[in-house]
């Protein structure tokens, strides 16, 4: 199992570009959430989804688009990029719920500029 | 609304010396409540969690509810322990997120 594999790792934009952060998992989770870490600032949740076909928002969720059309996959776009999106972004899943003994895996990161 | 707290930003201790890394918390339910550890050039992974009651490399935390705190603790630190140690918690309603604490940056020196 490659477990959760994101891509771009790095990337550079230009403010008001779009783009869009791959995340795969091949473990059949249900359970699948983006986080962006700021320095200092720990992970801050963007959106999340329980199952395909179903997304919700996190924490910090304006300027950013998911979708879950499949289990394996959860994109996240950004369709205007600014400065302030400028970040690392993990993409994390999990089987089940959190307090029953699943645990949450996260993939290696991806660093974003915005210039 | 949840909130974890870590007040120490950067933790230097020697190596063999015990390290004890803070976690407070604010909910007003029942929380489950993790520690994740970073190692330098590798991904975020779960270190232990409470409901446990583990040892992992050494590392124990106990829930305090009293307190509302949940300290992670080493009697003697080795150099591999050097990482970015987050504390995250998951309430009763909506238990497959985590809110994260920012972290602290635990380096032990030779």
């Known amino acids: 199992n490659a477990g959760v594999t994101q891509t771009p790792k790095f990337r550079i934009l230009k403010i008001g570009q779009s783009m869009t952060l791959q995340c795969a998992q091949d473990m059949n989770h249900n359970y699948m959430y983006w986080y962006r870490q700021d320095p200092g600032m720990g992970l801050k949740l963007i959106y999340y989804?329980?199952?395909?076909?179903?997304?919700d928002k996190g924490e910090v969720p304006n300027g950013y688009n998911v979708s879950r059309s499949t289990t394996e996959d959860f994109p996240l776009r950004l369709e205007l990029a600014a400065p302030s999106q400028t970040s690392v972004y993990f993409c994390a899943s999990s089987s089940g719920q959190l307090e029953i003994r699943n645990t949450i895996y996260f993939g290696e990161g991806s660093w974003l500029t915005v210039v | 609304a949840q909130r974890v707290t870590q007040p120490e930003k950067l933790l230097s201790v020697f190596k063999g010396a015990p390290v004890e890394l803070k976690c407070n918390y604010s909910y007003s339910g029942s929380p489950e409540l993790f520690w994740y550890v970073q190692y330098s050039r590798q991904r975020l992974q779960l270190l232990l969690r409470h409901i446990s009651r583990e040892s992992i490399k050494g590392f124990t935390a106990d829930l305090n509810k009293g307190e509302t705190s949940f300290h992670l603790k080493k009697p003697f630190a080795q150099e591999e322990d050097s990482a970015m140690y987050y504390c995250a918690l998951t309430s009763g309603g909506s238990n497959y997120k985590l809110t994260f604490g920012k972290g602290t940056l635990l380096t032990v020196n030779p």
């Open positions: 989804s329980v199952g395909a076909g179903i997304t």
